[in-house]
């Protein structure tokens, strides 16, 4: 018998160190994994996943422990510390699911608290009173027999105990269900990585169940999860080494989808979404429920274009009057083969952008409008001038000619009461033809349509004689008044309007005869480098330093002007305008009193100017 | 000098008027026939002997205006040695440099008057360019 028992003694000791060996093995496997994980714990989940792996180790060492033990009370304090691991496990689990290929979790310690709490309390219940009531009914120790190497306590399960599986396997199922979506929702990669990973988890709550249920029975409805965390424990090192589970690529890409402000959807190769990012669900509204349906159902703008082509296109929604512009980018996803296996779509609101092109658009296209209308308006504004110039200068024509006629006696017989009557009708239409002349010329600089009519190598001298004819003629009415003609011999010839210059002279030589009723009215021309300098100078009473500005301006006069109460006070106005659209100055100098003087120049011809005063007629 | 056949186109009565009285004045002129509408004229224009030596146009003529008139004559070299000159009340630049390039010999600015327009009918059979616009 002693032969027997102790060939049963030998076979239980090589049995109990290959067990023992399976436990160590699983044991440490679990405390390098923990140790791995924890040099990485910078990347969300892996701080999570070495906690995770040292309640494994835990468990694995209560489960040794209690193993080893042979006393009752041992038993039961190793059978307690295996809760910490058991029931720690699954909230770990649960965290880790949450926390993984996320952005880290803020309040993580909130969801420990939370979750620990009623396992703690169930934790320290069973250490405190180990045979109490919610702890433990009728424990007892089967010895060791030829079945069963080790002695095994044994105990009936109180509710308490049901209440926490429910407990624990709630919180498993949770963390199950959050895992497997992820594992949905990822690509590629990480969708491998979170497969193999789940499946390593998985391994010892199957093991887990699988006792429960009584399935597998070793050594007498022994637990054996702890002994597949071993089994578990390499499969997921040996993922986390094949694919670097927390690195930071998978949280940085998803978090970059995160908290992008486009819109991302991912589409398996029939377009139905498969993921999508929190912009899509504020902007496009989408919706968990969204996940496996059709892209182009759920969104109809965008079954035109699911085509699995490389694309980017402007879609414009919503009504007109408030319409929404996305930017949306195409992106299909290909296999190592080229086989096409989903697309990546981008949806970019670019409403504020593109309404501001719109309203810059209509805003442009409206100043064109503007533009048109005006140039038309100035087309008509010219036309209307010129022909209000015929219209109104035609029966004055008729006035003159005919009144002139009959001053000379042609029509018969006047006398001389009848012929000053008659000039001075003359004089008037005359000087009505002169203020419609002025008015049409301020008229035209005002709306810029005065256009000079260029000549090169104008002769001045041949110009002066008429205008000298003119200023002696008005001269001849003031005898107090001299003409003197201050005038260089040979002055070089001038470019210009040959017209608007003697149209210059005549109106600051008639100004000067006005206003001067004693003295002398000078007009000399000198030749002063680049240009001509034209003066006149009378011994009128002068121009207070007040007024001289004024008299340039259109439509004004001053105190002595309206006195004279001739002229429209347009003649300074357009004689300053003309002088300088030929390149030249206008300016008076004058003390009250004193007289005044004129003065303007006039560039001599350069083939440059001559170029330049063209182009400026032409346009 | 031998006074000369001249014609004047003008629409509006009373300047055909004043011109009526103006030519009596005009020793160069002998013979002066006015016409009132410048379709007519062109029609007839060509046909007329002898040739005109002097041919005055008003420019705002309807329907077909001085210019018009110009280049048909310009295009018939019997009116190669005529003088045509334009007659008008309109100064505006645009016009009077269109005057020039369009090709007229020379352009009287109304209202005329008597005492200059014999002198510039005279200067112009002189064969000077005579740019009265002013």
Not at chain 1, 160 to 179: N, R
Not at chain 1, 274 to 299: H, W
Not at chain 1, 416 to 444: C, E, F, P, W, Y
Not at chain 2, 104 to 110: L, R, T, V, Y
Request: hydrophobic share 45%; net charge negative.
């Amino acid at each position: 018998m002693s032969q027997v028992r102790y060939e049963i003694c030998d076979i239980v000791s090589t049995q109990t160190l290959a067990f023992f060996f399976l436990c160590f093995a699983s044991l440490i496997l679990s405390l390098v994994v923990a140790w791995f994980a924890w040099r990485q714990r910078r990347f969300a989940g892996a701080g999570t996943f070495a906690v995770l792996s040292i309640f494994q180790a835990l468990w694995t060492l209560g489960y040794i422990g209690e193993l080893a033990a042979t006393g009752i009370k041992q038993k039961m304090f190793w059978d307690s510390f295996q809760n910490i691991g058991s029931f720690s496990i699954p909230v770990a689990l649960l965290i880790f699911s949450w926390e993984y290929g996320r952005a880290r979790l803020t309040n993580l310690w909130r969801w420990w608290i939370v979750l620990m709490t009623l396992p703690v309390i169930y934790m320290v219940i069973v250490f405190v009173d180990p045979l109490g009531g919610y702890s433990r009914l009728n424990a007892v120790i089967i010895p060791a027999s030829e079945t069963s190497p080790f002695a095994a306590l044994q105990y009936g399960y109180p509710r308490a105990l049901y209440w926490m599986f429910i407990y624990v396997y709630l919180v498993l199922a949770v963390a199950l269900i959050e895992l497997i979506r992820r594992i949905i929702m990822a690509r590629g990669v990480f969708r491998t990585q979170l497969i193999l990973v789940t499946a390593g988890l998985l391994i010892p709550i199957i093991a887990s169940i699988a006792t429960l249920a009584g399935v597998v029975e070793i050594y007498g409805q022994r637990d054996i999860s702890p002994l597949t965390f071993g089994f578990s424990s390499l499969i997921v090192l040996a993922t986390l080494r094949r694919y670097r589970l927390f690195d930071l690529v998978p949280v940085a890409r998803e978090r970059v989808a995160e908290v992008m402000r486009d819109s991302v959807l991912t589409l398996d190769s029939q377009d139905r979404v498969v993921d999508f990012n929190p912009s899509a669900r504020r902007m496009l509204g989408a919706e968990i429920t969204l996940l496996g349906k059709s892209a182009g159902d759920s969104y109809p703008w965008l079954a035109a274009h699911l085509d699995h082509t490389d694309k980017e296109i402007d879609v414009e929604l919503g009504d007109k009057t408030q319409p929404t512009y996305y930017n949306v980018t195409f992106t299909p996803l290909t296999d190592s083969v080229g086989q096409n296996n989903g697309t990546l779509v981008l949806v970019r609101d670019v409403t504020a952008r593109t309404r501001a092109e719109k309203a810059l658009e209509t805003l442009y296209s409206e100043q064109v409008q503007v533009a048109e209308k005006l140039r038309a308006v100035d087309n008509i504004k010219s036309q209307f001038l010129a022909s209000m110039s015929h219209e109104l200068r035609t029966p004055l024509n008729a006035i003159l000619n005919f009144t002139e006629f009959v001053a000379l006696g042609i029509l018969g017989e006047v006398n001389d009461a009848q012929v000053d009557a008659l000039n001075k009708s003359i004089d008037s239409g005359r000087h009505l033809l002169s203020l419609i002349n002025d008015v049409l010329d301020m008229t035209k600089i005002e709306s810029g349509m005065m256009k000079l009519f260029v000549e090169p190598d104008i002769n001045i001298h041949a110009e002066l004689r008429q205008v000298i004819a003119t200023a002696e003629t008005l001269l001849s009415e003031k005898p107090e008044v001299t003409f003197i003609k201050d005038i260089d011999a040979n002055l070089p010839t001038l470019l210009g309007d040959r017209r608007r210059l003697r149209q210059v002279l005549l109106n600051l030589i008639s100004n000067a005869v006005k206003f001067t009723d004693e003295g002398s009215v000078t007009l000399s021309i000198k030749h002063r480098g680049e240009n001509m300098l034209f003066a006149v100078t009378d011994t009128g009473p002068g121009i207070a330093l007040a007024d001289q500005s004024m008299i340039f301006e259109p439509f004004r006069q001053t105190e002595t002007g309206i006195r004279h109460a001739t002229g429209t006070g347009l003649g300074l106005p357009i004689s300053k305008r003309l002088v300088e659209s030929h390149g030249g100055r206008l300016w008076v100098e004058s003390e009250p009193g004193d007289g005044a003087a004129f003065y303007f120049t006039i560039p001599v011809s350069s083939p440059e100017l001559t170029q330049q005063l063209l182009d400026t007629a032409k346009a | 000098m031998t006074p000369m056949n001249s014609l004047y186109v003008e629409d509006d009565p009373l300047s055909r008027e004043v011109m009526r009285m103006m030519v009596k004045r005009v020793p160069h002129i002998a013979n002066l026939t006015i016409f009132d509408d410048s379709t007519d004229f062109l029609t007839r224009v060509h046909q007329l002997n002898p040739t005109p030596t002097l041919i005055l146009l008003d420019i705002h003529v309807y329907p077909m205006d001085g210019f018009t008139m110009l280049s048909q004559l310009r295009a018939d070299p019997k009116f190669s040695q005529t003088r045509i000159i334009a007659l008008t009340a309109s100064v505006m630049n645009e016009e009077v440099s269109q005057l020039r390039t369009r090709g007229f010999d020379g352009a009287i600015a109304k209202p005329l008057s008597l005492q200059s327009f014999p002198d510039l009918i005279a200067r112009i059979i002189n064969g000077e360019p005579v740019w009265h616009i002013i």
